[in-house]
């Protein structure tokens, strides 16, 4: 088979010599490979490019083909290429296509390059027709009924999530109710004909649900964490074992979802696989791999935002929104808009955050900042504005700061002010009008910075292409943080008055600093850095979590104990309250430096702009919290206090 694309083994490029004409060349840049997923015109290009020039070929030799403006029926047609395609949903299983080629024809000397689109439908397990006829195309506008993209994913807006929601009730469930109720999914699913097993599908519980439409075996684990294989004999949704029923609800109407509007995708992929010898992953794999595109997030979208639709009905859930807030007169506070989600949570048998959704939607907006979500918490509850854009947010992670940190030199330039701090999952003006700080440490936003967001906080837009964010995120769980007391977390007031006149002598001090020429450059800043702020390297292990054996080392410089990680050096840094100054020479002396092309030192730098006053374990915790590793491994306290205790009996 000879694929006329970029990634293929031969390539079709325009002629310069001949305008309106191509030429076939080797592709120098093809080395075998073909990609995770294929788009449907790809699929045609791959094999059907013959077909539509015969095709094209046939009508005209018939006189059946519309000419463009000089050409006659004498032409002959050189060159067909298929150039783009467009494709209408019919049903779950068919759609319309609109094929858009190239064709090159010649008379004499002249030679005249027109556009056709080809009709074609496809239907799935019946009689597709891909060549019904072709007509003249002067990119004039193809009007779509039910749009998809070239990998066959509906494109819808979210004014089409309720029709959606509707068409899947009307046709696969018929006990729809007038009065507010909980949806049986499992009847739903086994009205479309899907099969429902149990079974543990991941080690670590992290995989709740999974679609598979084929025939064949999949691979699930036993109660000891062994892989193993069962049979599926036909479309199967498996939910994880562990998850509770209403968990379990929601899992298998968001399968439905993918298998009402995504199939045609499935087919496409296996078909695709088969066809160049490929394993064909299950559906979720799709979702889980790194090589994922736009579409594929699309459809995780689709398939997340639609059951909502289904399990909430627009007359119902409004009713039980209208009936709560009359019981409570005045105007609503945070605690009765959590008592709200709550309500509708529970008579719906949704997740909070998907009943919170759905009352936003439903025109409630006050909502929008209770409830949210932050890497293991929810955060303070605010204010937000009527006008606050769906797509725009407060609350972020500090692994997404990070992410726009590196991508972002405004935002960057911003945070170097020092006029902002992260707190509670905001970007903050750090203001005691703003922030509310127990020893001058930001525990959390202030009742007026709460019910003034847009006064003090800073708001981000959610891009889904390039950021995997939603509605709602992580926190840094304040609770979880490493307990710091005056004894061994917090330098004495004459430390810091220490370090405060070291930054008035900071060239006397680089100068002192040259006048050992034999000693190693960075174990003199290390031992200076030491006696300047009066602490000892047990001190030093205690405040950093590093080992007595590391601070020694430090003490050694790079020339007797070698290359120190970055890690190592800010842990140092950070243990001994550094100014930023004094922290970028001790890192160019020990040579390591930031990579802003790594998403740990993007969290580094955001960490020390936007928590100056955190202390090393604080930053452990965190960087746990965010799925990295910490700079230290905090395990050699415990034994130096063993040792002590046991030396002083």
């Known amino acids: 088979m000879t694929i006329y694309i970029n990634r293929g083994s031969f390539l079709h490029i325009p002629d310069k010599v001949h305008p309106g004409q191509y030429k076939v060349i080797r592709n120098p840049e093809w080395n075998g490979e073909l990609p995770e997923i294929v788009s449907f015109t790809d699929f045609l290009r791959w094999n059907y490019t013959a077909d539509y020039g015969c095709f094209i070929r046939e009508l005209h030799f018939y006189r059946q083909l519309s000419l463009p403006w000089g050409i006659t029926d004498k032409a002959d047609i050189e060159t067909v290429i298929i150039e783009d395609g467009r494709y209408d949903r019919i049903d779950q299983e068919s759609f319309s296509m609109y094929v858009i080629c190239n064709v090159v024809f010649a008379e004499g000397s002249y030679r005249c390059c027109q556009k056709y689109i080809v009709h074609g439908v496809y239907v799935s397990g019946g009689r597709s027709d891909f060549l019904l006829d072709a007509e003249l195309y002067n990119d004039q506008y193809i009007r779509l009924c039910n749009p998809m993209d070239e990998y066959l994913v509906p494109i819808l807006s979210k004014k089409d999530f309720e029709s959606i929601a509707d068409e899947i009730v009307d046709k696969y469930y018929p006990y729809k109710a007038n009065y507010p109720c909980r949806v049986n999914t499992t009847a739903i699913a086994k009205a479309m004909g899907l099969d429902i097993r149990y079974a543990r599908l991941s080690k670590n519980g992290s995989v709740r649900s999974k679609l598979i439409l084929e025939k064949g075996d999949t691979m699930v684990y036993n109660e ?190 911003l945070l170097r002010t020092k006029k902002f701090i992260y707190v509670d999952g905001h970007v903050v003006i750090n203001s005691d009008k703003y922030v509310h700080k127990e020893n001058a440490t930001g525990v959390g936003l202030t009742e007026y910075a709460r019910h003034h967001m847009a006064e003090c906080c800073l708001d981000f837009k959610r891009v889904y292409a390039e950021f995997d964010y939603s509605y709602t995120y992580g926190e840094l769980h304040k609770e979880a943080l490493t307990p710091i007391n005056d004894e061994n977390r917090v330098l004495t007031d004459e430390q810091r008055k220490k370090i405060r006149l070291a930054l008035y002598e900071l060239s006397d001090d680089s100068m002192k600093l040259e006048e050992h020429p034999v000693q190693d450059e960075m174990a003199r800043a290390v031992i200076f850095h030491m006696q300047r702020c009066g602490v000892t ?77 955190a202390n090393v374990f604080q930053i452990n915790d965190l960087l746990r919290s965010e799925g990295f590793t910490p700079w230290t491994r905090e395990n050699e306290e415990p034994k130096r206090k063993a040792r002590k205790k046991k030396e002083a009996v």
Not at 261 to 271: D, K, M, P, V
Not at 313 to 331: A, K
Not at 568 to 595: G, S, Y
């Open 224 to 413: 000891q964490g062994r892989a193993k294989k069962l049979h599926v004999t036909g479309p199967t949704i498996f939910i994880d074992n562990i998850v509770d029923n209403d968990e379990a609800q929601n899992a298998i109407i968001h399968e439905c979802v993918h298998f009402y509007l995504h199939n045609l995708f499935y087919e496409l992929q296996s078909y695709y696989r088969k066809m160049v010898g490929r394993k064909m992953p299950e559906f979720n794999d799709y979702f889980y791999s790194k090589s994922q595109k736009s579409c594929l997030k699309w459809m995780e979208t689709q398939a997340t935002a639609i059951p909502r639709f289904i399990q909430m009905p627009e007359e119902q859930t409004t009713d039980v929104i209208v009936s709560y807030l009359d019981r409570h007169p005045g105007e609503p506070d945070w605690n009765d808009y959590r008592g709200l989600i709550n309500l509708v949570k529970g008579k719906f048998g949704v997740t909070r955050n998907t009943a919170k959704k759905r009352i936003a939607e439903l025109g409630w907006l006050e909502v929008r900042g209770v409830y949210v979500y932050n890497i293991s918490g929810y955060v303070e509850d605010y204010d937000v504005e009527y006008d606050f854009p769906d797509d725009y947010t407060y609350t972020l992670s500090l692994r997404q700061i990070a992410d726009v940190y590196a991508s972002c030199e405004i935002f960057a330039k």
């Open 537 to 613: 390297v047990d001190e030093v292990a205690d405040r950093s979590g590093m080992g007595v054996d590391t601070v020694m080392k430090l003490r050694k410089g790079r020339k007797a104990a070698g290359k120190f990680k970055l890690e190592t050096i800010l842990a140092f840094c950070v243990a001994l309250e550094l100014e930023e100054a004094f922290r970028v020479d001790l890192m160019h002396k020990a040579r390591v430096e930031f990579d802003m092309e790594n998403p740990a030192h993007r969290m580094y730098l955001t960490i020390l702009d936007l928590l100056p006053e």
